[in-house]
C-alpha cells in the first residue's frame, strides 16, 4: 500500500493519497483546501482516483473536493450524519470561518461496518461520532486513518456545536482501542501515531 500526505489550509490538514500498487488505483482522504497542491499529488503518482473520502465535514478536509470531483470523476464517499456538510457552509464551518465553499454531492454514503475498496485493498468504515455526527476512520489490517477522531496524544475538538466528549470518548475505546496496538494511525492533523502508544499515553481517553 503507497501511502502519503500533504498538509493543505491553514489549518494544517493532512490530506492523503493511498493507492494499491498492484491496481494503480488510490483514493483521495480530506481534500481539503489547496487545490493546486492536492492536484499535484495527483499528478506526480498516476494513480487512477476511484474516491474521495472525507473522515468527516469540516471545511479544512472538504474544501477541495468540488475541484478534485471535477478533475478526477472520482466518487465521493462520506457517512450519513455528515453529508449535508457538502452543501451547507454552516454545517462545514466554511461561513465561521468567512471561506467560500462550493457546493458538491456525495456519490456514496456510508455506514458503520461497510466495507469499500480500493484496487485489492479493503478498508472499513468505522463510525466514530464525537468531533462531529459523521466522524469516520477508515481500517485496513496495520493502518487507521482517523480523520479528526484521535491525534498523537490528543483527540479531536469537542467545543464545536453538535460534538460531544462523551460520544469521542466511546468511539475511541470501543472502536479504535479494540484494533491491534501497532496499527498506525494517520491522523486528520499532525504527526502519525500507534494505537498503543496512545492506550498508554493519550492524555485524554486512557484505555
Ligand atoms: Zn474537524
Redesign the pocket.
Known amino acids: 500500500m503507497h501511502v502519503e500526505n500533504i498538509i493543505v489550509t491553514a489549518f494544517s490538514t493532512n490530506c492523503y493519497l493511498v493507492g494499491d500498487e498492484e491496481t494503480k488505483q488510490a483514493m483521495v482522504i480530506d481534500p481539503g483546501g489547496d487545490w493546486e497542491a492536492v492536484k499535484k499529488m495527483v499528478d506526480d503518482r498516476g494513480y487512477n482516483i476511484k474516491y474521495i473520502v472525507c473522515t468527516?465535514g469540516?471545511n479544512?478536509?472538504i474544501l477541495a473536493v468540488k475541484n478534485l470531483k471535477d478533475y478526477t470523476n472520482a466518487s465521493i464517499i462520506i457517512q450519513d450524519k455528515d453529508k449535508k456538510c457538502l452543501q451547507n457552509p454552516l454545517y462545514s464551518g466554511a461561513l465561521m470561518f468567512g471561506l467560500a465553499q462550493e457546493e458538491c454531492f456525495e456519490d456514496i454514503v456510508v455506514f458503520d461496518g461497510e466495507v469499500f475498496n480500493v484496487g485489492n485493498i479493503a478498508f472499513k468504515v468505522i463510525h466514530t461520532p464525537g468531533?462531529?455526527k459523521g466522524g469516520m476512520c477508515l481500517y485496513t489490517t496495520g493502518h487507521l486513518f482517523s480523520g479528526?477522531t484521535l491525534f498523537y496524544g490528543t483527540v479531536?475538538r469537542t467545543d464545536f456545536p453538535r460534538a460531544s466528549f462523551d460520544e469521542i470518548k466511546s468511539s475511541i475505546k470501543d472502536k479504535l482501542y479494540v484494533l491491534p496496538d501497532d496499527t498506525v494511525v494517520y491522523p486528520?492533523h499532525g504527526r502519525k501515531t500507534t494505537i498503543g502508544h496512545e492506550k498508554k499515553n493519550n492524555m485524554y481517553v486512557k484505555a
Request: glycine share 22%; charged share 20%; aromatic share 0%.
Open positions: 468527516h469540516h479544512d478536509h468531533h462531529t479528526d479531536g486528520g
